[in-house]
């Protein structure tokens, strides 16, 4: 079946520094990707729907020059978290839909955890 | 502006129950539903997936139904074991090439 991975599972920074997240599609072509984000007990919400060879949409209220979207091959996104603090500290998860079937099933990641200091 | 509501927001049963999660959308135009499981500090792993088209899916111990003229759908879980203690989250898609729209998750636990 489809497989997404993401690197890493878990990080921690500091405070003011910048983390990049990684999100690769393993054995399928995706044009298209989603970032969501995910606060304990709470559901997913989406921060952005990444495109390949473009620049990423981003969904009200989050900020783009904060959560940089790099789409740069059709089996890899990144998210990179600038200057983060402690409020960005969440689950982010990615998605990744197939683009070779038609029913644009999406598959999702792991997750990574996120801890700011 | 889709919105997806699951109730309950947890549930805890014995062991070899059956029991439904429920899941409503505010807009019954959807090009498919689907339920997800979701284990502490995981991703989400893909149950069901039913398209507007379909009234049902099954796997296994696992049964998904879909009235999409009352913006419903119910996730049946026969003889309930504690490994199926998780996050169960519906997700509804608007059209083809849109994104998911998440409910907020029921929290199951099945205590042995």
């Known amino acids: 079946g489809a497989v997404v991975s993401q690197h890493p599972s878990r990080v921690i920074c500091k405070s003011g520094t910048s983390v990049k997240i990684e999100c690769r599609s393993l054995d399928f072509q995706a044009t298209t990707m989603f970032w969501y984000r995910q606060f304990p007990k709470q559901s997913l919400m989406l921060m952005a729907t990444s495109n390949e060879g473009s620049k990423a949409t981003y969904e009200q209220g989050v900020e783009k020059d904060k959560f940089l979207i790099n789409h740069a091959s059709l089996t890899l996104s990144t998210l990179t978290v600038t200057s983060a603090h402690p409020e960005d500290s969440s689950f982010y998860i990615c998605?990744?839909?197939?683009?070779?079937?038609?029913?644009?099933?999406?598959?999702f990641g792991p997750g990574t955890r996120l801890t700011v200091t | 502006k889709q919105e997806v509501t699951q109730i309950p927001a947890a549930l805890s049963v014995p062991e070899g129950e059956n029991l439904v999660l429920n899941c409503s959308f505010t807009?019954?135009?959807?090009?498919?539903l689907q339920w997800f499981r979701q284990d502490p500090g995981k991703g989400l792993t893909s149950l069901l997936l039913?398209?507007?088209?379909?009234r049902e899916q099954t796997s296994g111990r696992l049964n998904a139904s879909l009235d999409k003229s009352s913006g419903r759908s119910t996730l049946y879980i026969a003889a309930s074991q504690p490994g199926d203690s998780a996050t169960y989250l519906c997700a509804v898609r608007p059209g083809a090439g849109n994104m998911l729209t998440f409910g907020g998750g029921t929290r199951l636990m099945v205590k042995p």
């Open positions: 998605s990744a839909r197939d683009s070779g079937t038609g029913g644009y099933e999406q598959y």
């Open positions: 039913i398209q507007s088209s379909q």
């Open positions: 807009d019954s135009a959807i090009y498919n």
